[in-house]
T-cell receptor
């Protein structure tokens, strides 16, 4: 069955450093992959979408890569700030009609 | 207007009650979703409506009954729920059938006593 795994432990990093979050998937071939941010008690907010024929996508301090051979996406936040603290969800998706989220990674950025 | 609104924010109900959750959007999006999220878990898809027709039901128990009365509204009718149904219920919308992002509402925190 399809499986989507993200860093199971919380990721703690110091302000100003680069945070790197991992999303690994098995048993399917997504046409695209999305990343969302979720704050406690709130709905997820879309951050970036990358398609299977794209290797890398950037938006301000965010960068995402998509390696269909490794079945992995990496999500980077450069110059991280305490306001970046949240749970980050990846969603590799093979069909336009539904999203299946990964387990999520909780990021904590400290001063 | 790029907002998805959900009411109520919080709901407490007994196992014999009937209640409804409401979701509203005015972005002209034609795909609407219900998700259930338990603590420390990712959102799990429940239902998908496409152009006001139910297109996906992820084997959700019949005590949850979705309804899409028009292109702006999505309801989730609740009846005879169990305590394990307590969760954050999220509504989301998407522009059509393409590979676009989903816009989520703030959710309704449901507690079943």
């Amino acid at each position: 069955s399809q499986k989507i795994e993200q860093n199971s432990e919380a990721l703690n990093i110091q302000e100003g450093k680069t945070a790197t979050l991992t999303c690994n998937y098995t048993n399917y071939s997504p046409a695209y992959l999305q990343w969302y941010r979720q704050d406690p008690g709130r709905g997820p907010v879309f951050l970036l979408l990358i398609r299977e024929n794209e290797k890398e996508k950037r938006k301000e301090r965010l960068k995402v890569t998509f390696d269909t051979t490794l079945k992995q996406s990496l999500f980077h936040i450069t110059a991280s700030q305490p306001a970046d603290s949240a749970t980050y969800l990846c969603a590799p998706t093979g069909t336009a009609s539904k999203l299946t989220f990964g387990t999520g990674t909780r990021l904590q950025v400290t001063l | 207007d790029t907002e998805v609104t959900q009411t109520p924010k919080h709901l407490v109900m007994g196992m014999t009650n009937k209640k409804s959750l409401k979701c509203e959007q005015h972005m002209g999006h034609r795909a609407m979703y219900w998700y259930k999220q338990k603590a420390k878990k990712p959102p799990e898809l429940m239902f998908v409506y496409s152009y006001e027709k139910l297109s996906i039901n992820e084997s959700v128990p019949s005590r949850f009954s979705p309804e899409c009365p028009n292109s702006s509204l999505l309801n989730l009718h609740l009846h005879a729920l169990q305590p394990e149904d307590s969760a954050l219920y999220l509504c989301a919308t998407k522009k059509g059938d393409t590979y676009n992002e989903q816009f989520f509402g703030p959710g309704t925190r449901l507690t079943v006593l």
